[in-house]
Nanobody
Framework: QVQLVESGGGLVQAGGSLRLSCAASGRTFSSSAVGWFRQAPGKEREFVGGIRWSDGSTVYKDVVKGRFTISRDNAKNTVYLQMNNLKVEETAVYYC?????????????????WGQGTQVTVSS
């Protein structure tokens, strides 16, 4: 069984930065893909980006390209989401999710394991 724990959320002004962490326990990410999603009130959960653990290749939603960066730390079994130049409309609960097939996908239903989410609030 995999447990994912996100941390790093908080309140930040527009244009600011946050780094979210997603730590896994129970098994390693080594043969997995990890995605980051977000869900704003009244909206569907949307894909932000993802990383294939084996080679560190990443995929991003177009609107975050150049501002968000996903990385991993093998030793800590942790995935990070560095968010720069945050916008008010990016206020949401951010989730990490893992799937055992090492292919990044934007489909939340294809992820077997989810963290509890961390709130990111961007103020104007």
């Amino acid at each position: 069984q995999v447990q994912l724990v996100e941390s790093g959320g908080g309140l930040v002004q527009a244009g600011g930065s946050l780094r979210l962490s997603c730590a896994a326990s129970g098994r390693t990410f080594s043969s997995s893909a990890v995605g980051w999603f977000r869900q704003a009130p009244g909206k569907e959960r949307e894909f932000v980006g993802g990383i294939r653990w084996s080679d560190g290749s990443t995929v991003y939603k177009d609107v975050v390209k150049g501002r968000f960066t996903i990385s991993r730390d093998n030793a800590k079994n942790t995935v990070y989401l560095q968010m720069n130049n945050l916008k008010v409309e990016e206020t949401a609960v951010y989730y990490c999710a893992a799937r055992l097939i090492p292919v990044v996908t934007a489909n939340p239903r294809l992820h077997e394991y989810w963290g509890q989410g961390t709130q990111v609030t961007v103020s104007s």
